[in-house]
């Protein structure tokens, strides 16, 4: 599998099936500013309710070749083989990207567990063999990674906008932004000791910056 982060924001994704696992597919496309077309006789009780609330488009009934028309990706998660089947041979003729349920020869994406703080990501992959041991690693990286992981990469985003619009990306760019995240960095952002991450910063650049916590810890919750 070859990793990447894909822009799905107002793309149409299309979900076959209104399971447990469909309404994982559904709130992970959600968080990624992506549309819905769920196809299914029966949904649970929150797809139902994202439907009713008209955050999801869904058409109660089974699935049909015409309903990946207009599609960007394809989620097949239906306990029936031939449905699957039918999902992956058409979206596969159609040239678009199928995901298929617990069947990993039949994929052409997978979708990794993932933890989000704020705008960093982790992703855990392993090419469909273990969602387990995906589950297990994500455990693990939920615990290392706090919300101070969000703030970090808000700072740093900020502050590059600053340095870049001052001076053209370059050796010393680079040298400025292994200064300024230091390991310490971490630890002051989640004990929310401002003052040390404004010194720790203005004493790197050599000037006052334009610092406000209340942003980074709003955005990025």
């Not at 488009?57 to 028309?69: E, V």
């Not at 298929?100 to 994929?107: G, K």
């Not at 900020?158 to 932004?177: G, N």
Request: glycine residues 6%; charged residues 30%.
């Amino acid at each position: 599998m070859y990793p990447l982060c894909l822009d799905i924001s107002r793309r149409l994704c299309v979900v076959v099936g209104g399971g447990r696992v469909a309404e994982r597919k559904v709130k992970g496309i959600l968080a990624a500013a992506g549309r819905v077309r769920l196809i299914s006789p029966v949904v649970t009780p929150g797809l139902s309710d994202l439907a009713d609330h008209q955050i999801i488009a869904w058409f109660c009934r089974p699935y049909s070749r015409a309903d990946l028309d207009g599609a960007f990706l394809v989620f097949a998660v239906t306990d029936d083989t031939e449905v699957q089947r039918a999902v992956r041979d058409d979206a596969r003729a159609a040239g678009l990207l199928v995901n298929v349920a617990d069947a990993p020869a039949w994929c052409d994406f997978q979708v990794p567990a993932t933890i989000r703080r704020g705008d960093l990501t982790l992703g855990v992959a392993t090419d469909g063999k273990s969602p387990a041991v995906a589950a297990m690693v994500k455990g693990r990286l939920d615990r290392l990674f706090g919300e101070e992981y969000g703030w970090l990469t808000a700072l740093a985003a900020r502050l590059r906008e600053q340095i870049l619009a001052e001076e053209p990306d370059s050796e010393r760019t680079r040298m400025l932004f292994q200064q300024l995240l230091h390991d310490d960095l971490v630890d002051w952002l989640r004990e929310r000791r401002w003052d040390a991450v404004r010194r720790h910063v203005e004493h790197v650049l050599g000037r006052p910056v334009d610092f406000d916590p209340a942003s980074l810890t709003k955005e990025n919750p």
